[in-house]
């Protein structure tokens, strides 16, 4: 039997089949299923311990989201939004300052491109240990500093004031490199001939930035609003590590995984957050998409 590649005349008939099957059953086991699952979990009071009773409720979780326990849940959905908006704005104002100052092919700006993306390589454990550290009230460097500038103390991520915006900028900190990086590439797509007729003309700077920059980046600003604000939507990890969701940090995923997973779980209660979390997700995605293309088309 002659043989072809990818295996023999017989086989090629099954094989793509079999390659298709394994990512399918994976995305029907891990993907799926768990969703599905969350749903129905999200219409019972089940407290998620093996063997407990498996009570169907209704819509009783949604009810008392907005009544029994509506200042838990909109106070998470409101540090949510804060903190969407602050790592959004933040991160895409100096992920495009950056990208306006390392564009340029020279010496030891691939160094400096580089150690800024460093950051994003790292897990998020590893970050949130370093600036536990960091801003350690007793034995931290920050603690030093503050009290020369201040004349002051503060306990930094122990602070109501100051624990979230921290938490903000450390995040702004870790993913600016990617933002910096989709900017470079649209910006060295820029047709040079633009701001060479553009200082002709006499403009400045600014006038070139505002009129001949900012529009032909339109693309790329659409990529990075929408990638940044999607992942912070969700976000537990950092904020699980720098302060367990304490001084005005709980985000709606931290107030799902303590809920679901804390010390007196409601597996059934966590499980409607989660549906809540994705409808928010939804519903800020496409409000992004519909107005920054929207946006594109204008400029």
Not at 22 to 36: D, E, R
Not at 95 to 101: K, M, V
Not at 156 to 162: A, I, K, P, V, Y
Request: aromatic share 16%.
């Amino acid at each position: 039997m002659s043989t072809i590649p990818f295996g023999t005349r017989r086989t090629r008939r099954w094989l793509p089949w079999a390659s298709i099957a394994v990512p399918t059953i994976g995305w029907l086991v891990f993907g799926l299923f768990p969703s599905v699952s969350t749903v129905f979990f999200s219409f019972t009071e089940y407290s998620g311990f093996p063997g407990t009773p498996l009570h169907f409720c209704g819509m009783c979780n949604y009810s008392n989201a907005f009544n029994s326990s509506w200042s838990d849940f909109s106070s998470s959905v409101v540090v949510t939004l804060k903190y969407v908006a602050g790592v959004t704005i933040l991160q895409i104002a100096i992920g495009l300052g950056l990208a306006l100052l390392l564009r340029h092919r020279r010496k030891g700006f691939g160094l400096y491109r580089a150690l800024i993306f460093m950051p994003q390589v790292f897990s998020v454990t590893i970050v949130g240990v370093l600036f536990s550290l960091v801003f350690d009230p007793q034995n931290g460097p920050a603690e030093p500093m503050y009290h020369g500038l201040f004349g002051s103390t503060s306990a930094f991520l122990g602070d109501q004031n100051w624990a979230l915006w921290l938490v903000i900028m450390i995040n702004v900190w870790m993913f600016s490199g990617y933002t910096m990086l989709v900017y470079i590439a649209a910006l060295r797509r820029i047709p040079p001939e633009l701001y060479e007729a553009a200082s002709l003309d006499g403009a400045g700077r600014f006038r070139t930035f505002r009129h001949i920059t900012w529009p032909l980046l339109a693309n790329a600003t659409t990529v990075n609003v929408f990638l940044t604000a999607m992942g912070c939507v969700g976000e537990f990890a950092l904020i699980r590590v720098l302060t367990d969701g304490h001084y005005g940090t709980k985000t709606l995923g931290m107030y799902m995984f303590d809920t679901a997973f804390g010390v007196n779980p409601s597996l059934g209660y966590g499980s409607m957050l989660a549906v809540a979390q994705f409808l928010i997700t939804l519903v800020i995605g496409s409000a992004l998409l519909f107005f920054l293309r929207r946006r594109e088309v204008t400029l």
